[in-house]
C-alpha cells in the first residue's frame, strides 16, 4: 500500500479493527431496514406510514444530533459509541420478540425503529469523529471513501439476507440478526484504546454554541450544508418509496425487496471505489452535479418502472449517485471541520441531511397517498432538479483550498 492510496488507512490497527466490526454493524442494521420496511407493508396499506420507517430513523439524527455531536467532543468517544451500540442492541432485541409474538403494530414498529435511530443519532458523529484520531489528516479522505465502502458492502449483500430471512421465517429473523451483528462492534469497542487524551469537559449548550456559530459563520460550510440539506430532501422520495414501489407497483416480494436494496449497495460500492479519483479530475462540484444528474434519472425511472427487470437498472443507477453526493459532500466537510470541534461539524451536517430525508420521506409519502407512487417520484426528481440549477449559481461547492484545514 503506497502512502495516500486507497488502502493505506488499513495500515492502522484501530482502523482496521474498527472498520470490519462497522461492517458487521452496516451489516445488521441494513437486514433490520429491510425486515422493518417490508413488516409495515403487512402492518398498513398506508404509504405515509410506509415511508414514516424511513423518518423514523432519521429525524433523530436531526433533532438529537447536534447534541450529540457536543458530546462526542466532550467525552471520551469510545465510550459514547458503545453507549450508543448498546442501546441499538436492546431496541434490536426487543423488535425480535416483539415480532416473534405477534404483538407487533405499527406504533410499536415507529417507536422502537425511532429508538434504533437514536442509537445512530448518537453513535455516528462520535464514530466519524474518531476517523482523524484513527489514520490523520493525510490519510482522512482516503478512511472515509473505506468506510463508505463497508456501508455499501453491507446494503448490497444485507438487503438480499434480510429478504431471505423474511421469507424463511419472518421479520423477527432479521431483527435478532441486527442484535447479533451489534454484538460484534460492542466487542471491538471494548476491547479497542484509542490513543490521546480524553477531552476537556466543557459545559454542552455553550460547546454546541461553537459549532453552530463556526458553521453560521464559515461561507465554505454554509453552502456544503445547504447542498446537503436540498439534496437528502430531494432523494428521500427514492428512499422512503421502494417498498411502496416493490408491493404496489411491480407486485413483488420481499425477495424482490432485498434485490432491490441489494443492487442499490452494488452500486454504492462501485461509486464508492472511484469518487476519490474522480473529485481529484474533475473537482468537487462536477461530481455532484453529474451524481445528482444521475439520480434524477434513476427515481423518474423507477417512478415509470412496470417491471422488476425496468426498476433494477434505475436501482444499480441510484445507488452509484447517492453516494457519490453523500460521499463528496461530507468529504468536503470534514477537510473543513477544526479537530476540537469536529464531532459538532459533522452533527450539524448530518441534522442538516438528514433533517432533510426526514421531511422529504414524509412530504413524498403524503404526496404518493394524495396523488400516486409515480406522480411522487416524479415531484422529488423535479425538486432536484430545480434544485441544483439553483445551487450551482447561488451556492457552488467550495474550491479545493478554500476554507480547507490541514
Given at each position: 500500500?503506497?502512502?495516500?492510496?486507497?488502502?493505506?488507512?488499513?495500515?492502522?490497527?484501530?482502523?482496521?479493527?474498527?472498520?470490519f466490526a462497522?461492517?458487521?454493524?452496516?451489516?445488521?442494521?441494513t437486514?433490520?431496514?429491510?425486515?422493518?420496511?417490508?413488516?409495515?407493508?403487512?402492518l398498513?396499506?398506508?404509504h405515509?406510514?410506509?415511508?414514516?420507517?424511513?423518518?423514523?430513523?432519521?429525524?433523530?439524527?436531526?433533532?438529537?444530533g447536534?447534541?450529540?455531536?457536543?458530546?462526542?467532543?466532550?467525552f471520551?468517544r469510545?465510550?459514547?459509541?458503545?453507549?450508543?451500540q448498546?442501546?441499538?442492541?436492546?431496541?434490536?432485541?426487543?423488535?425480535?420478540?416483539?415480532?416473534?409474538?405477534?404483538?407487533?403494530?405499527?406504533?410499536?414498529?415507529?417507536?422502537?425503529?425511532?429508538?434504533?435511530?437514536?442509537?445512530?443519532?448518537l453513535?455516528?458523529?462520535?464514530w466519524?469523529?474518531?476517523?482523524?484520531?484513527?489514520?490523520?489528516?493525510?490519510?482522512?479522505?482516503?478512511?472515509?471513501?473505506?468506510?463508505?465502502?463497508?456501508?455499501?458492502?453491507?446494503?448490497?449483500?444485507?438487503p438480499?439476507?434480510?429478504?431471505?430471512?423474511?421469507s424463511?421465517?419472518?421479520?423477527?429473523?432479521?431483527?435478532?440478526?441486527?442484535?447479533?451483528?451489534?454484538?460484534?462492534?460492542?466487542?471491538?469497542?471494548?476491547?479497542?484504546?484509542?490513543?490521546?487524551?480524553?477531552?476537556?469537559?466543557?459545559?454542552?449548550?455553550?460547546?454546541i454554541?461553537?459549532?453552530?456559530?463556526?458553521?453560521?459563520?464559515?461561507?465554505?460550510?454554509?453552502?456544503?450544508?445547504?447542498?446537503?440539506?436540498?439534496?437528502?430532501?430531494?432523494?428521500?422520495?427514492?428512499?422512503?418509496?421502494?417498498?411502496?414501489?416493490?408491493?404496489?407497483?411491480?407486485?413483488?416480494s420481499?425477495?424482490?425487496?432485498?434485490?432491490?436494496?441489494?443492487?442499490?449497495?452494488?452500486?454504492?460500492?462501485?461509486?464508492?471505489?472511484?469518487i476519490?479519483?474522480?473529485?481529484?479530475?474533475?473537482?468537487?462540484?462536477?461530481v455532484?452535479?453529474?451524481a445528482?444528474?444521475?439520480?434524477?434519472?434513476?427515481?423518474?425511472?423507477l417512478?415509470?418502472?412496470h417491471?422488476?427487470?425496468?426498476a433494477?437498472?434505475?436501482?444499480?443507477?441510484?445507488?452509484?449517485?447517492?453516494v457519490?453526493?453523500?460521499?463528496?459532500?461530507?468529504?468536503?466537510?470534514?477537510?473543513?471541520s477544526?479537530?476540537?470541534?469536529i464531532?459538532?461539524?459533522?452533527?450539524?451536517?448530518?441534522?442538516i441531511?438528514?433533517?432533510?430525508?426526514?421531511?422529504?420521506?414524509?412530504?413524498?409519502?403524503?404526496?404518493?397517498?394524495?396523488?400516486d407512487?409515480?406522480?411522487?417520484?416524479?415531484?422529488?426528481?423535479?425538486?432536484?432538479?430545480?434544485?441544483?440549477?439553483?445551487?450551482?449559481?447561488?451556492?457552488?461547492?467550495?474550491?479545493?483550498?478554500?476554507?480547507?484545514i490541514?
Open positions: 500500500m503506497q502512502p495516500g492510496g486507497t488502502l493505506a488507512p488499513f495500515r492502522s490497527q484501530s482502523f482496521r479493527m474498527i472498520w462497522n461492517l458487521s454493524s452496516a451489516l445488521g442494521s437486514i433490520q431496514s429491510v425486515g422493518a420496511a417490508w413488516l409495515m407493508t403487512t398498513t396499506k398506508s405515509i406510514l410506509i415511508a414514516t420507517v424511513q423518518v423514523s430513523t432519521t429525524i433523530p439524527i436531526m433533532l438529537l447536534i447534541f450529540a455531536g457536543a458530546i462526542a467532543d466532550n471520551e469510545r465510550r459514547v459509541m458503545l453507549a450508543a448498546v442501546g441499538m442492541f436492546v431496541a434490536a432485541v426487543l423488535l425480535a420478540v416483539l415480532t416473534w409474538a405477534g404483538l407487533m403494530t405499527p406504533a410499536l414498529l415507529l417507536a422502537l425503529t425511532l429508538a434504533v435511530g437514536t442509537g445512530t443519532a453513535n455516528s458523529p462520535a466519524q469523529a474518531s476517523v482523524r484520531q484513527q489514520v490523520g489528516t493525510r490519510d482522512l479522505p482516503q478512511a472515509i471513501s473505506l468506510n463508505t465502502i463497508a456501508f455499501n458492502l453491507a446494503r448490497s449483500v444485507g438480499a439476507l434480510g429478504g431471505v430471512l423474511i424463511l421465517w419472518n421479520s423477527s429473523a432479521a431483527f435478532l440478526a441486527n442484535a447479533i451483528c451489534v454484538m460484534v462492534m460492542i466487542q471491538v469497542l471494548l476491547r479497542w484504546r484509542p490513543a490521546g487524551a480524553v477531552p476537556e469537559r466543557k459545559p454542552m449548550l455553550p460547546a454554541a461553537i459549532g453552530l456559530r463556526f458553521c453560521a459563520h464559515s461561507r465554505p460550510i454554509r453552502r456544503i450544508l445547504l447542498r446537503g440539506l436540498v439534496i437528502g430532501f430531494g432523494s428521500a422520495g427514492y428512499q422512503a418509496l421502494v417498498p411502496a414501489v416493490v408491493r404496489d407497483r411491480l407486485h413483488g420481499e425477495i424482490d425487496f432485498g434485490l432491490m436494496l441489494g443492487l442499490f449497495g452494488i452500486g454504492s460500492i462501485l461509486a464508492a471505489l472511484v476519490g479519483k474522480a473529485r481529484q479530475r474533475w473537482g468537487t462540484e462536477s455532484l452535479t453529474i445528482t444528474v444521475a439520480f434524477i434519472a434513476a427515481q423518474s425511472l417512478g415509470a418502472a417491471s422488476l427487470t425496468e433494477l437498472p434505475a436501482t444499480f443507477l441510484a445507488g452509484a449517485a447517492w457519490a453526493s453523500l460521499t463528496t459532500i461530507n468529504v468536503a466537510m470534514q477537510m473543513r477544526p479537530e476540537e470541534i464531532g459538532r461539524c459533522l452533527s450539524i451536517y448530518q441534522a441531511t438528514f433533517g432533510g430525508m426526514a421531511l422529504g420521506s414524509w412530504v413524498w409519502g403524503a404526496l404518493a397517498d394524495i396523488e407512487l409515480p406522480f411522487a417520484l416524479h415531484a422529488a426528481s423535479a425538486f432536484l432538479l430545480v434544485t441544483l440549477v439553483l445551487m450551482r449559481l447561488f451556492a457552488p461547492m467550495p474550491k479545493p483550498h478554500e476554507g480547507r490541514g
